[in-house]
C-alpha cells in the first residue's frame, strides 16, 4: 500500500490517496479540493480514483469531490446516503470498507455530527475534522464537546500506540503523541447537563 | 539502539570496504534493492533489530530518495546528511546529537519522542513531519520550510527558528523556553497552551499565529 497525503494552500487541508503500487484503483479521503498538483499525483502513480471516502459531508469542504466526479467515476462512501445531490454509500459505525483489497474499518464520532466517521486501516487512522494533532474538531455546544471528547478517548486514543492519525486539517500525529498531549479536559456526557 | 563508534556518519561511510561482495544481512540487502517510490512506513511493521545506523549510511550513500524506513529508537551522533529525500519514515524515540541536515527534504516522517542535541537544519523543506513531545537542546532551523508540522509537546530550549515558513504548524501544549523565532512566516501557526519563556519574535507576523481558540465551552 502506498500513502499519499495532499496539502492544499487553499483550504489549508488535507487529502488522503491510497492504492497499490504499479498502478491501479485508488482510494482517496476528503477531496476538499482537486487540484492540478493532486491531478498530477494520481496521474504519475497512475492511479484511478475508484473510490472516495469522506469523514464529513460539509458541503462548503467538498469542492473537490465536484471536480472529481467529472473526472472519475468513483464510488463515494460517507455518513449520509446523499452527499452534494448525488448518491453516496452510507457507512455506518463499525463498518468495514473493502477498498481495494484493504479493510477500512469506520468509527463514528459522535458529537462533531452525524456525518463525521472516522476510518481504521492497519496502522493509520483518519480522524477527518473530528480531530487533528492537539484539537478537537469546532462543535456547538457543550455535550456536543463532552460527547466528542469521550468518543476520541475511547475510539481513538485506545488504538494501538503506534498508530498513525492522518486528520482533514492540520499536521499529522500519532496515538502515542495524543495520549500525551491531547487536551482532554471536558466531563464526561452525562455530566455536562447534570 | 545503536550508538555509532566513530565520530561521523559520513566517515562511516567513507571507510566502508569497497568490495561489492561484502557480507550484509538479508533484511539490509532487501532494503537496498527494493524500490523506494514515497511508499509509507507501516507503524506495525517490526523494525530491523541490528544494523540500523549502518542501514542508514548504506542508503544515504546509495539513495538521495528515501522512504518507507521504520527505525525507531535510532541513536545517531556527529551525523551529516545534505541532499537527501526522505518521505514517509519512522524515527521514533531518536536520538540525535551533533548533527547538521543541509538541503533535504522530509515529508511525512516522525520523530516523536525524540532527543535533539546540538542539531542544525539549513534550507530543508520539512512537511507533515512530526516532532511531538521531543526534547530539543541547542537546535537551529535556519532558511527551512516547516509546513505543517506536529512540534505538539515540545520542550525545546535554546532553539532558533530563522528565515523560516511555519505554515500551519503547531506548537500546542509545548515548553519553549529560550526559543526565537526570527523573520518567519506564522501565518496559523498554533501555540495553544504553550509555555513561552524568554521567547523572541522578531520580524515575524505574530499577529497571524493563534495563540488561543474560542472556546467559550
Redesign the interface.
Known sequence: MNLYSHYSFDTLSNSYLIGPTGGGDAVLFDPATFDVPLLELVEKQRYYVRFVVLTHCDDTRLDGLRTLRRVYDCTVYAAHATVLGSPAIPVADGQVLDLCGKPFRAIAMPGKGSDSVAYHLDGFVFTGTAMSAGEYGSVPNPYAKALLLEGIRTRILTLPEETVILPCHGPPSTVALERETFPMEAPTPGAAFP | MILLPVPSLQSVVRERPADPLRTVSPALEFRRHR?Y????F???ESRTPSAEAEELALLLEDRRFISDLNMPGLSLAGIGIRGNSFY?CNF?SMTIANATVTECSL??C?F??ASFTDVTFSNVKL????F??SRVVRMSFTGCNV????F??LQAREVVFDDCDLL???F??AALREVRFENCNLK?T?L??TAITETEFLYSNQEDAIFA?EDS?
Open positions: 524500490r517510490d514515497r511508499t509509507m507501516n507503524p506495525h514517509g521514533a515529508e511525512l516522525f516523536p519522542f512537511k507533515n513531519c512530526v511531538g513531545a509546513i505543517q508540522c506536529n505538539n509537546g500551519h504548524s503547531r500546542n501544549s496559523e498554533r495553544l497552551r481558540m465551552w
